[in-house]
């Protein structure tokens, strides 16, 4: 299984929206279940959304952050609509086999991204 590979970071202001996609190559995210976490620097890692069972959300992007799958695309995005400076981090896209009620666990996850920027900045 190869690594998922993020996309759609960058810079944007209090308020703002960003939509973080996650591609996959050489197998299909359709089968597998797909969570986005965040990392701010001194920080732990922590979940953001993830879609397995069902689409689940931290609570502290309830509301503002919607995950969805584009199957022909074989991509996963995370939309993000009304960001906040407390958004600023790393964001990771992860990949698990099997099907989890309670996917916001980093440990579930074998497969991570790189990783993409985000900031949001006033």
């Known amino acids: 299984q190869s690594q998922p590979v993020e996309s759609g970071g960058g810079l944007v202001q209090p308020g703002g929206s960003l939509r973080l996609s996650c591609a996959a190559s050489g197998f299909t995210l359709a089968y597998y279940t797909i969570g986005w976490f965040r990392q701010a620097p001194g920080k732990e890692r922590e979940g953001v959304s993830c879609?397995?069972?069902?689409?689940y959300y931290a609570d502290f992007v309830q509301g503002r952050f919607t995950i969805s799958r584009d199957n022909a695309k074989n991509t996963v995005y995370l939309q993000m609509n009304s960001l906040k400076t407390e958004d600023t981090a790393v964001y990771y896209c992860?990949?698990?086999?099997?099907?989890?009620?309670?996917?916001?666990?980093?440990?579930?996850?074998?497969?991570w991204g790189q990783g993409t920027q985000v900031t949001v900045y006033s």
């Open positions: 879609s397995s069972a069902g689409t």
């Open positions: 992860a990949v698990a086999q099997g099907t989890y009620y309670d996917c916001l666990t980093a440990s579930t996850y074998r497969s």
